[in-house]
């Protein structure tokens, strides 16, 4: 219902309100993109899809939750502890701040999109090592203070070892 009444306004924009959109913002759901798609409103002319960061971080926190009440991991299909569980969900917050302000730092940086894209990309990807006590691959991050605590312990083992640290990462993917 909803997509059908986007596509709507699409095709009748130009005759409406003499423009043309070139791009939406979306929210995730990936039926009214199809149907753009499938409808063409501007013949071949693709109206392209943005992505909005704060539905991407909440459906990525909403991800998350569900992950810390699985009891199996889907990758290994292995039993996950329940103070794994407790590790993740404490933790959602941590993650994602971690994102927003690698985000932040990256789209400041004087360089080449391409290169802020695949520095992003390896620092979202680094993100749940740093959250959940492995920091060999932090380095010196200038938007994240890496200092590990002597008290701080290191999930990142027993997360793999269980799959569920494969679960974690397939969440950082973007999947509709």
Partial sequence: MESDIIVEGF????????IKYTKRVGDGD????????LAKPYGNMVVEK???RNHLYRNFCSK?????????SS?????????LRKVILSNIEKLTTFIKKATTHRIKEDMLIVNKISLLKTDILNSPHHVFGDHTGCGSLP???????????????????CGLYDDVVACLYRRE
């Fill in 75 to 83: 990758s290994k299909n292995i039993a996950i502890p329940l103070s």
């Fill in 50 to 52: 943005i992505e909005c």
């Fill in 11 to 18: 095709k009748n924009s130009l005759e409406m309100h003499g």
């Fill in 143 to 161: 938007y994240v203070s890496c200092i590990p605590k002597e008290s701080e312990e290191n999930f990142v083992p027993q997360m793999k070892a």
């Fill in 64 to 72: 998350l939750r569900e992950l810390s009440n699985k009891t199996r």
């Fill in 30 to 37: 990936s039926s009214v993109h199809k149907k753009l798609l």
